[in-house]
C-alpha cells in the first residue's frame, strides 16, 4: 500500500489546527505540529500517537519571528513525506482601526499573511515539480465583510482567500490541489487571545463541526470552502458579477464618466 502523505500544519496547538491534527492523524496521516506552544502540542502528540498510531512530530516555531519562520520553509522545502500544508495559524486583532497599534498591525499583517505566502510559495514549488500535494489555508467570511469593523484582520483573510484562487488558476494544471476554507464565527480561542467581545455574537459553530465541514469540501476538492453557507449559488453568482467585469478592464480609454468635459 502507498503511505499516505505527511500533512504540516500550522497553529495546530489549538482550536481549528488541533482539530485538523485530530481529523487527519485519524485519517492515517503522519504529522509536523507547528505553534509557540510546544507542550500543548506535545500533549496532543502524545494522545493521538496513541489513539491512532500514526508518527507525529513537533516543530515550535513564532511564525512573526524570520528564524523561526524559516525553519518551517526548510522543513517543508526539504521533507518530500509532506504532501499537504494546512496553514491555519493566525489571529485577530480588537479595536478601531485608527486606535490599533502599527506594531499590532505589523504583527498581525505578518502571521495572517507574510508567513501564509511564504508557507505556500515553498509547499506549492515543490509540489508542483512533483506533480502531486495540497495546500489548505484557512481564511474568514471576515474577508468578504467590510462592514464587520474588523478592516486590518478582515484585509489579512481577503489576501488569504484570493492568494488560494490565484493559486489554484496557476497550480491545478500542474497537479497541486488549493483549498480557501472560509469560517464564520467559530468557538476557539481565537476570541479571547484578541480580547475581543462576543457579546454581541448570538450564535458560534463548534470547531469539530467546521473542520469536519472543510473537510468534506477538501475531499471533493472544492476551491473555496463557507462552511456555514447554506446557498452556494450565492458564492457562484459573487464570482460571475466579478468575471462580468473582466471585459471592462480592458478598456484603453477612460470610462464615460470619467472624461472631463471639455
Ligand atoms: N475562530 C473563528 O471564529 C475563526 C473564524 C474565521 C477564521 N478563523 C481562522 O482560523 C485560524 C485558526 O484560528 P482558531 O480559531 O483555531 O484560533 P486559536 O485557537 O487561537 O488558534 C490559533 C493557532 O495559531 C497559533 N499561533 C498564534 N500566533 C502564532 C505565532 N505567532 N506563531 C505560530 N503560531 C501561532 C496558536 O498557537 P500558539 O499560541 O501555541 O502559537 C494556535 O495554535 C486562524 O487563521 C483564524 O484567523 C477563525
Redesign the pocket.
Known amino acids: 500500500m502507498t503511505k499516505l502523505p505527511s500533512v504540516l500544519i ?9 482539530t485538523y491534527a485530530d481529523r487527519f492523524a485519524r485519517r492515517g496521516h503522519d504529522l509536523v505540529l ?4 510546544g507542550a ?1 502540542m506535545e500533549a496532543l502528540a502524545a494522545r493521538l500517537r496513541q489513539d491512532t498510531g500514526v508518527a507525529i512530530d513537533i516543530l515550535p ?4 519571528q524570520r528564524e523561526d519562520l524559516a525553519r518551517v520553509e526548510a522543513r517543508l522545502r526539504e521533507d518530500e513525506t509532506i504532501g499537504i500544508l494546512i496553514n ?5 486583532l480588537s479595536g478601531a482601526f485608527d486606535e490599533q497599534s502599527l506594531d499590532d498591525i505589523e504583527r498581525l499583517v505578518a ?2 499573511t507574510t508567513a501564509v505566502v511564504r508557507l505556500a510559495n515553498v509547499a506549492a514549488s515543490r509540489f508542483a515539480k512533483a506533480g502531486s500535494g495540497a495546500i489548505i489555508n ?1 481564511a ?3 474577508g468578504l465583510v467590510p462592514e464587520f469593523g474588523q478592516t486590518v484582520y478582515g484585509a489579512t ?1 481577503a489576501f488569504v482567500t484570493f492568494l488560494s484562487q490565484g493559486m489554484t488558476h496557476e497550480l491545478a494544471p500542474k497537479g497541486v490541489y488549493v483549498q480557501a476554507v472560509l ?4 468557538a ?3 476570541w479571547q ?1 484578541a480580547g475581543a467581545d462576543t457579546s454581541t455574537l448570538h450564535t ?1 459553530m463548534r ?1 469539530d463541526e467546521l473542520v469536519d465541514a472543510a473537510l468534506v469540501g477538501f475531499d471533493r476538492r472544492e476551491t473555496i470552502t463557507i462552511p456555514p453557507l447554506p446557498d452556494a449559488a450565492q458564492w457562484d453568482n459573487y464570482q460571475a458579477a466579478r468575471q462580468a467585469m473582466l471585459p471592462g478592464f480592458g478598456n484603453a480609454r477612460a470610462a464615460e464618466r470619467y472624461r472631463a468635459a471639455s
Not at 507547528?34 to 506552544?37: K, N
Not at 491555519?88 to 485577530?92: E, H
Not at 469560517?183 to 467559530?186: E, F, I, L
Open positions: 500550522t497553529g495546530a496547538s489549538s482550536g481549528i489546527g488541533a507547528v505553534a509557540r506552544d500543548r516555531a513564532d511564525l512573526t491555519n495559524a493566525g489571529a485577530a502571521l495572517n484557512i474568514s467570511v471576515v483573510k469560517p464564520a464565527a467559530t476557539t480561542e481565537i487571545r458560534m470547531v
